[in-house]
C-alpha cells in the first residue's frame, strides 16, 4: 500500500535509506555516503595515540611521576589516574569513553591499558574505536629521594638535647617515634654525644616532628635559622632551621628537692619528692604521704627544681618487715583522692629494711614509711636512696632538717638474671654512620628501657615489642634446670614478664635467591 502526505505525517517522518557507495549495505545518508563498517575499515580516530609510553617510578620509594610524584598501588584508581594523564593524543576532538586495565604480571615491569574513544568523523557521524596501550616502567629518582641520598641536602634540622649522664629518655622516645610513625618525613638521623639530631627537607615536616616530641616529654623549644644565599634581583632567601629541643632533665626514679618558692605553688609539697612517671609532664610523689604533683613544661622551665639523687646513686635493701598504715590513717595522709597517683599501685606503710652490704657483718636496720609498701613482701629486694652518704649541704634550706628521712624506697629490684633471653625485641632507627667519629654506645640504656617495660605495664602501650624469631625457648622455665653456674634461689617467681599476647610478629619477607639489595631499595631510610 503507498503512503500519502496525510499519512506521514500522523504515524511520523520515515527516514529515507540509500546504498552505501562501497559495499552496497542500505544504510542512513550522509556526507560520505558510507556506512559504519566502511568508514572504520577507512578511516582511523587512534593514529594519534601512542601505543607504548614510559612511566616514570621512582625505585626507592615506589611513587610514579604524574607529575607530581603520586603514591598508588597495583592497578588502583589512582595508578590508572597517572596512566591516562600521560596519553597524548586524547581532547576535545577525541573523547575517552571507557578504560580499564589488562592483567600483567606485577614483576613484569608493564601494565597494560585498554581504552575506548570517540570523535565524530563527519557530521552527525560517531565513530568507536577501541585500543590496548602498554606503559614501560622506567625507573628513576625523585627529588625527595635524592635530596635523602645527598649530605647536607636538609632544610630543617631538630635537634634533641637533655643533660643528663644516660641516655634512656632518648631510647624511650626512638620507641615512641616507631610506634607512631613519627619518623616517616626524616631524611636522616645521627647519634651524637649530647643527643639526637633528626634532618627534614622542610621547615614545616621539621615541626611537626618537634611537636610530636613535646606531646611525649618535657621540653623547651628554641627556633633558629641561618641565611645560605641570597638572590637580590628576584628578593630570594634560602635558609636552613633549627629547632633546639631541650627535654627535661628529671626522669623517672629521680629525687628531686623543692625549694620554698617552687613549694608555695604546688600547695605546699614536700621538699624531697620522687618522681614517678614522665609524659607531657612531670609527676611527683611525696613518698610519705603518697600526695601526687603534676609539673607542666611551662612551669617546670619557669621555676626548675633540682635533682638531688638518680639511679646511679641507689642502695639495695633487703625487707624486712612490712607494716601498712590502717585506713583512718591512709585518709589522714591523702585527703584528696584525685591527687593519689599510681591509680590504686601504691599504698603507704612502714617497711623495715636493711642494707644487702651488712647482712652478716652489722644488724642496722631502718624503719622507713614508703609509698611502695603494698608491692613489697619480706624477703623482698628495694633499691633506694641512703640519705645519710649523699651530700645535700648546698640545698639551703632550714625545713628540710626536719622532714628528712634516712632511706626513702624508690622501687622493687627483682632478681633475675635470665632477662637478656627473652623472646621478644626492640626495633631501632637507622643512625646515619659518619667515618672518623664515634659511635654513641647506647646498650646499657636499652637494657635499662627493657627491664622498665617489662615492669611497668601503662608503659607498654605505647611501644611496639616484636616476638623474637627463634628465641621462644631461650629463656628456662621457672623450675627448670639452669646453665652457666645460675643459683635458682636468687630468681624471683613473681618477676614480672611480657604476655606473649602483647607481642607482635615482625613480617620477613625472604626470596628463593636471595640478592642483596641497593642502598637506593630501601622504603624507609631509618628502618634498618
Same mark, same amino acid.
Given at each position: 500500500m503507498k503512503r500519502t502526505h496525510s499519512d506521514v505525517g500522523q504515524t511520523g517522518a520515515v527516514a529515507p535509506t540509500v546504498l552505501c557507495c562501497s559495499c552496497g549495505v542500505p544504510m542512513v545518508p550522509n556526507s560520505t555516503m558510507r556506512c559504519a563498517q566502511c568508514l572504520k575499515s577507512e578511516v582511523s580516530i587512534i593514529e594519534g595515540i601512542p601505543r607504548q609510553i614510559a612511566l616514570p617510578r621512582c625505585r626507592n620509594c615506589g611513587r610514579y611521576n604524574r607529575p607530581p610524584w603520586t603514591k598508588a598501588e597495583f592497578e588502583s584508581r589512582e595508578l590508572l589516574g597517572v596512566c591516562l594523564k600521560r596519553i597524548k593524543g586524547i581532547g576535545k576532538e577525541v573523547r575517552l569513553v571507557d578504560a580499564s586495565f589488562i592483567w600483567t604480571e606485577e614483576h613484569s615491569m608493564r601494565i597494560r591499558v585498554k581504552i575506548t574513544v570517540q570523535k565524530e568523523v563527519v557530521a552527525g557521524s560517531v565513530l568507536q574505536q577501541t585500543m590496548v596501550i602498554e606503559f614501560q616502567i622506567v625507573n628513576q629518582q625523585c627529588e625527595d629521594c635524592q635530596k635523602s641520598?645527598?649530605?647536607?641536602?636538609?632544610?630543617?634540622?631538630?635537634?634533641?638535647?637533655?643533660?643528663?649522664?644516660?641516655?634512656?629518655?632518648?631510647?624511650?622516645?626512638?620507641?615512641?617515634? $616507631?610506634?607512631? %610513625?613519627?619518623? *616517616?618525613?626524616?631524611?636522616?638521623?645521627?647519634?651524637?654525644?649530647?643527643?639526637?639530631?633528626?634532618?627534614?627537607?622542610? =621547615?614545616?615536616?621539621?615541626?611537626?616532628?618537634?611537636?610530636?616530641?613535646?606531646?611525649?616529654?618535657?621540653?623547651?623549644?628554641?627556633?633558629?635559622?641561618h641565611l645560605i644565599s641570597h638572590d637580590g634581583s628576584s628578593n630570594v632567601y634560602n635558609y636552613k632551621y633549627t629547632i633546639l629541643c631541650e627535654l627535661c632533665p628529671v626522669v623517672v626514679d629521680d629525687l628531686v628537692y623543692i625549694p620554698k618558692g617552687v613549694s608555695s605553688h604546688l600547695s605546699g609539697a614536700a621538699s624531697l619528692m620522687l618522681c614517678h612517671k614522665v609524659s607531657n609532664a612531670?609527676?611527683?610523689?611525696?613518698?610519705?604521704?603518697?600526695?601526687?604533683?603534676?609539673?607542666?613544661?611551662?612551669?617546670?622551665?619557669?621555676?626548675?627544681?633540682?635533682?638531688?639523687?638518680? =639511679?646511679?646513686?641507689?642502695?639495695?635493701?633487703?625487707?624486712?618487715?612490712?607494716?601498712?598504715?590502717?585506713?583512718?590513717?591512709?585518709?589522714?595522709?591523702?585527703?584528696?583522692?584525685?591527687?593519689?597517683?599510681?591509680?590504686?599501685?601504691?599504698?603507704?606503710?612502714?617497711?623495715?629494711?636493711? &642494707?644487702?652490704?651488712? $647482712?652478716?657483718?652489722?644488724?642496722? =636496720?631502718?624503719?622507713? &614509711? *614508703?609509698h611502695i609498701a603494698g608491692v613489697l613482701r619480706p624477703g623482698n629486694y628495694v633499691l633506694g636512696y641512703n640519705l645519710r652518704s649523699v651530700n645535700i649541704s648546698g640545698l639551703?634550706?632550714?625545713?628540710?632538717?626536719?622532714?628528712?628521712?634516712?632511706?626513702?624506697?624508690?622501687?622493687?629490684?627483682?632478681?633475675?638474671?635470665? &632477662?637478656?633471653? =627473652?623472646?621478644?625485641?626492640?626495633?631501632?632507627?637507622?643512625?646515619?654512620?659518619?667515618?672518623?667519629?664515634?659511635?654513641?654506645?647506647?646498650?646499657?640504656?636499652?637494657?635499662?628501657?627493657?627491664?622498665?617495660?617489662?615492669?611497668?605495664?601503662?608503659?607498654?602501650r605505647n611501644v611496639n615489642m616484636y616476638r623474637q624469631?627463634?628465641?621462644?625457648?631461650?629463656?628456662?622455665?621457672?623450675?627448670?634446670?639452669?646453665?652457666?653456674?645460675?643459683?635458682?634461689?636468687? %630468681?624471683?617467681?613473681?618477676?614480672?614478664?611480657?604476655?606473649?599476647?602483647?607481642?607482635?610478629?615482625?613480617?620477613?619477607?625472604?626470596?628463593?635467591?636471595?640478592?642483596?639489595?641497593?642502598?637506593?631499595?630501601?622504603?624507609?631510610? $631509618?628502618?634498618?
Open positions: 641520598f645527598t649530605p647536607h641536602a636538609w632544610n630543617a634540622i631538630v635537634q634533641v638535647r637533655q643533660k643528663v649522664p644516660h641516655r634512656r629518655t632518648l631510647c624511650l622516645l626512638e620507641q615512641l617515634i $616507631l610506634k607512631h %610513625d613519627a619518623h *616517616s618525613k626524616v631524611l636522616s638521623l645521627k647519634a651524637t654525644p649530647e643527643g639526637l639530631d633528626f634532618h627534614f627537607s622542610q =621547615r614545616s615536616h621539621a615541626q611537626r616532628f618537634a611537636d610530636f616530641v613535646a606531646s611525649c616529654v618535657p621540653q623547651k623549644q628554641k627556633n633558629s635559622k612531670i609527676r611527683l610523689v611525696d613518698p610519705q604521704t603518697l600526695r601526687g604533683y603534676d609539673v607542666p613544661p611551662d612551669a617546670y622551665f619557669k621555676r626548675p627544681f633540682t635533682t638531688v639523687c638518680s =639511679r646511679a646513686h641507689m642502695t639495695e635493701y633487703m625487707v624486712l618487715n612490712v607494716e601498712l598504715l590502717e585506713e583512718k590513717e591512709k585518709q589522714t595522709a591523702t585527703p584528696a583522692k584525685h591527687h593519689v597517683p599510681g591509680r590504686g599501685k601504691y599504698a603507704v606503710g612502714d617497711v623495715e629494711v636493711a &642494707r644487702v652490704c651488712d $647482712l652478716g657483718v652489722n644488724d642496722e =636496720r631502718f624503719i622507713v &614509711r *614508703s639551703d634550706d632550714a625545713s628540710m632538717e626536719n622532714d628528712i628521712a634516712d632511706v626513702i624506697l624508690v622501687r622493687r629490684l627483682y632478681k633475675n638474671k635470665k &632477662r637478656r633471653n =627473652r623472646n621478644w625485641e626492640l626495633r631501632r632507627l637507622d643512625r646515619e654512620k659518619v667515618d672518623g667519629e664515634q659511635q654513641v654506645d647506647d646498650e646499657e640504656d636499652m637494657e635499662a628501657v627493657k627491664q622498665d617495660l617489662e615492669e611497668d605495664e601503662d608503659l607498654r624469631d627463634g628465641a621462644a625457648g631461650l629463656a628456662a622455665p621457672v623450675g627448670g634446670q639452669q646453665q652457666d653456674g645460675e643459683d635458682e634461689e636468687d %630468681d624471683d617467681d613473681d618477676a614480672p614478664e611480657v604476655p606473649l599476647a602483647e607481642l607482635l610478629e615482625g613480617l620477613v619477607l625472604r626470596d628463593v635467591n636471595p640478592t642483596p639489595a641497593p642502598r637506593n631499595a630501601e622504603a624507609n631510610p $631509618l628502618l634498618p
